[in-house]
């Protein structure tokens, strides 16, 4: 699940219309918000859009089944193998390798903030982090097992049994597997990033640069597709419209967050972009049609910069 830059693919009078019902949907769950965050429009902070309780027992089982490396056929790595938590929730690869050691298909996007997204995996193929858990577990590239070998595995282990029992009154089970799994991941979110701090009313928060920054991003029409708490992962689009993006396959993808994205390099689906740089200029040519100069893309970037959060209150950084 590794953040990139998708904007827009098809008519804007199209795409405005699904973002304004999009937000509306979104907005009946959201307090007033302070003067900053109504000049922003559609974006509001981490954490705003239903709080996410989670049971802090089931909470810290799948903390722990998410680093066992029983989660894998052969035993050799769990989900935090490829989502680097002490970084950005990723890796610094384009293209991590599967179980039978060949470059997989597509970028690993980062787990963090993974839980505001309205579908999961780069085509969004499932619509809860559960059943993404269950389609990542039966990838015979990427894992190579399922929840009932796992739970065959954690059943003979006397305390991961006892945990299950804390936690769910039960012995291990799938359903409670998927369940502490997709418990942990949402409280994978990353607060306190300077945007946010800034949509919260602390003018000073960013920079007049920074400010400017994203003042261009709106005006280009970036904020069509990256919109909402997680600055993108609830719409679908096509990319490379007007000039060729990336790998042609797969032509539809859900617009990725672009929560943390200067710290989530490479970029796109393939992680063909290397550089925030390189990708601001090539979302401008193929989903906009317009060559951005150096001083607009470091504008631009300079308030990506912005977006950058926290997790356990560390500012998220690069992989070394």
Same mark, same amino acid.
């Given at each position: 699940?590794?953040?990139?830059?998708?904007?827009a693919?098809?008519?804007?009078? #199209?795409?405005?219309?699904?973002?304004?019902?999009?937000?509306?949907?979104?907005?009946?769950?959201?307090?007033?918000? $302070?003067?900053?965050?109504?000049?922003?429009? !559609?974006?509001?902070?981490?954490?705003?859009?239903?709080?996410?309780a989670?049971?802090?027992?089931r909470?810290?089982?799948?903390e722990r089944?998410?680093?066992?490396?029983?989660?894998?056929?052969?035993?050799?790595?769990?989900?935090?193998?490829?989502?680097?938590?002490? =970084?950005?929730?990723?890796? #610094?690869?384009?293209?991590?390798?599967?179980?039978?050691?060949?470059?997989?298909?597509?970028?690993?996007?980062?787990?963090?903030?993974?839980?505001?997204?309205?579908?999961?995996?780069?085509?969004?193929?499932t619509?809860?982090?559960?059943?993404?858990a269950?389609?990542?577990?039966?990838?015979?590239?990427?894992?190579?097992?399922s929840?009932d070998m796992?739970?065959?595995? %954690?059943?003979?282990?006397?305390?991961?049994?006892?945990a299950?029992?804390?936690?769910y009154? !039960?012995?291990?089970?799938?359903?409670?597997?998927?369940?502490a799994?997709?418990?942990? /991941?949402?409280?994978?979110?990353?607060?306190?990033?300077?945007?946010?701090?800034?949509l919260?009313?602390?003018a000073?928060a960013i920079?007049p640069?920074? /400010?400017?920054?994203?003042? %261009?991003? !709106?005006?280009v029409?970036? =904020?069509?597709?990256?919109?909402?708490?997680?600055?993108?992962?609830?719409?679908? /689009?096509?990319?490379?419209?007007?000039?060729?993006?990336?790998?042609?396959?797969? /032509?539809?993808?859900?617009? $990725?967050?672009?929560?943390?994205?200067?710290?989530? #390099?490479?970029?796109?689906?393939?992680?063909?972009?290397?550089?925030?740089?390189?990708?601001?200029?090539?979302?401008?040519?193929?989903?906009?049609?317009?060559?951005?100069?150096?001083?607009?893309?470091?504008?631009i970037?300079?308030?990506?910069?912005?977006l950058?959060?926290?997790y356990?209150?560390?500012?998220?950084?690069?992989?070394?």
């Amino acid at each position: 699940m590794r953040v990139a830059l998708r904007l827009a693919s098809v008519p804007l009078a #199209a795409l405005l219309l699904a973002a304004i019902l999009m937000s509306r949907g979104l907005e009946r769950e959201v307090p007033p918000r $302070p003067a900053a965050a109504e000049a922003t429009g !559609r974006l509001h902070p981490i954490g705003v859009l239903r709080p996410m309780a989670v049971e802090e027992r089931r909470r810290a089982l799948g903390e722990r089944i998410f680093a066992d490396p029983r989660l894998s056929g052969d035993g050799s790595r769990a989900c935090a193998s490829c989502h680097d938590l002490r =970084t950005n929730g990723a890796t #610094a690869n384009r293209r991590d390798l599967g179980l039978d050691g060949q470059e997989l298909p597509l970028n690993t996007a980062t787990v963090f903030n993974a839980a505001f997204s309205f579908r999961f995996g780069w085509e969004g193929s499932t619509r809860s982090l559960e059943a993404h858990a269950e389609t990542l577990l039966r990838s015979p590239a990427i894992m190579g097992a399922s929840p009932d070998m796992v739970v065959k595995r %954690l059943s003979a282990d006397p305390f991961a049994v006892a945990a299950f029992y804390e936690a769910y009154r !039960r012995p291990p089970d799938k359903e409670a597997l998927l369940d502490a799994l997709g418990a942990y /991941q949402r409280s994978l979110v990353t607060p306190g990033s300077p945007f946010d701090r800034w949509l919260a009313g602390e003018a000073e928060a960013i920079t007049p640069e920074e /400010q400017a920054g994203y003042a %261009l991003f !709106r005006s280009v029409g970036c =904020t069509a597709c990256h919109q909402g708490a997680n600055v993108g992962g609830n719409l679908f /689009q096509r990319h490379g419209i007007f000039h060729a993006l990336a790998t042609p396959e797969p /032509q539809i993808l859900r617009v $990725p967050s672009l929560r943390n994205v200067a710290v989530t #390099a490479p970029y796109f689906h393939d992680g063909s972009a290397a550089t925030l740089e390189e990708a601001v200029r090539g979302m401008g040519l193929a989903q906009l049609n317009l060559v951005l100069d150096d001083g607009q893309i470091a504008s631009i970037i300079a308030f990506l910069r912005t977006l950058t959060g926290s997790y356990r209150g560390t500012p998220l950084a690069s992989p070394p």
